[in-house]
């Protein structure tokens, strides 16, 4: 090909001009559908960025084994609690088993046996599954439908996928945390006193004490208590991670109350704190049921009582009591200060329940002081037309 004046050039020794260029440019390949390869298998799905699915290089050497043994090791990595990782499984099946158009059941065996390879393909972003699954979601509470989202999200980037940025969060509500008045905290405490369930009075004791949470009560061992010191050690609580908590006296005495009915119970190679009639490790539904009845037997609504009710009622408290922000957050076990900001806002209520109640007895003084002015004056009068 040589090279003509201008910008034309010779193609053959015939001049490529504008015009006639379609027909001496090179003729482009017809594309093909997958079904037309010859030799070469495409993809069952496109990635969201149009590559072939490849497994992170991490994963690659494990892609035979169990999907649920691999992930559940990675969560415990990770240190996730127990909890956590019920959660994560609970919400996470209705994903994988989520069927598509002209699919089949998921039976219960190919569950149980599908591999880390497998769930990479099942999970594919781009095939609907994942948006099949989200809109069948639509009736849960938006802090449940946020969980299931973010369990999968989770389990999604461990895989080396994409979420979808069209599926999005549920926008929640700020909501207060729920606390007692100091009446019915009150009745509670002489309820769980008198109460048939022997462990109730310190179960309810030392949460007003210690802010503990539930699933820490229920771990609590007798190694863990120090009574010379009047502290607790929490291990592995949420998080995996460990901290003190102080108490009273007030829990002291409840604490030597339940010793001798614990050694009534407990076997000598039990080390729960509390346990139940059998003598084994109280556990969260057994805590609660306690709570239930409690409420049933002082008038309370049902679901007025939990367990982390009485944790608000111990951040609260020691809010209104001048303790700081930083020392609730250590004594709660938060993470962030961003999770104990939220009791300010119970603190805020309590302000203004303590204005309102104040600035009324003020208007009452001045009423009485009118009162009682006014009465004064008439005496005044009276004396002045006598002396006349």
């Not at 379609?22 to 149009?50: I, V, W, Y």
């Not at 002082?298 to 111990?314: A, D, K, S």
């Amino acid at each position: 090909m040589s090279t003509g004046h201008g910008m034309h050039a010779h193609f053959g020794g015939q001049a490529v001009t504008p015009m006639n260029e379609k027909e001496t440019r090179k003729p482009q390949p017809m594309a093909r559908k997958p079904s037309q390869f010859h030799g070469h298998q495409e993809p069952k799905q496109a990635r969201l960025d149009n590559e072939p699915r490849q497994l992170p290089a991490r994963l690659q050497h494990i892609q035979h084994l169990p999907w649920q043994r691999c992930y559940e090791q990675q969560l415990k990595t990770e240190n996730k609690s127990l909890n956590t990782q019920k959660s994560y499984f609970y919400g996470l099946r209705s994903l994988v088993e989520a069927m598509l158009p002209n699919e089949s059941i998921l039976t219960e065996e190919q569950y149980e046996q599908m591999t880390l390879g497998d769930l990479v393909d099942r999970l594919e972003p781009m095939n609907g599954r994942i948006d099949v699954w989200v809109h069948s979601l639509h009736s849960l509470k938006p802090t449940t439908f946020n969980a299931r989202l973010a369990a999968s999200r989770h389990l999604l980037k461990w895989l080396g996928h994409r979420w979808p940025d069209h599926l999005l969060r549920s926008r929640v509500g700020k909501r207060l945390p729920r606390t007692l008045t100091k009446r019915e905290l009150s009745d509670v405490i002489e309820a769980a006193k008198h109460s048939e369930n022997p462990s109730a009075d310190l179960i309810v004791t030392l949460m007003l004490d210690t802010g503990l949470r539930v699933s820490e009560v229920c771990s609590l061992n007798i190694d863990d208590i120090d009574l010379e010191d009047n502290s607790a050690r929490v291990i592995g609580g949420k998080g995996d991670k460990d901290r003190m908590v102080l108490f009273t006296e007030r829990t002291r005495q409840a604490l030597h109350r339940w010793f001798p009915i614990r050694h009534t119970i407990a076997s000598k190679h039990q080390n729960a704190l509390i346990v139940n009639r059998f003598g084994r490790r109280l556990n969260s539904r057994a805590i609660q049921r306690s709570m239930d009845a409690l409420a049933v037997e002082i008038g309370l609504p049902q679901g007025r009582l939990t367990p982390h009710v009485l944790r608000h009622n111990f951040a609260t408290g020691l809010l209104e009591r001048g303790a700081d922000l930083v020392s609730i957050q250590r004594l709660m076990g938060h993470a962030t200060i961003a999770t104990t900001r939220v009791y300010l806002e119970i603190s805020d209520q309590t302000l203004r329940e303590v204005y309102h109640r104040a600035q009324s007895m003020r208007a009452l003084e001045e009423r009485e002081d009118i009162h009682h002015l006014s009465v004064m004056d008439e005496t005044s009068n009276l004396l002045l037309e006598d002396e006349d």
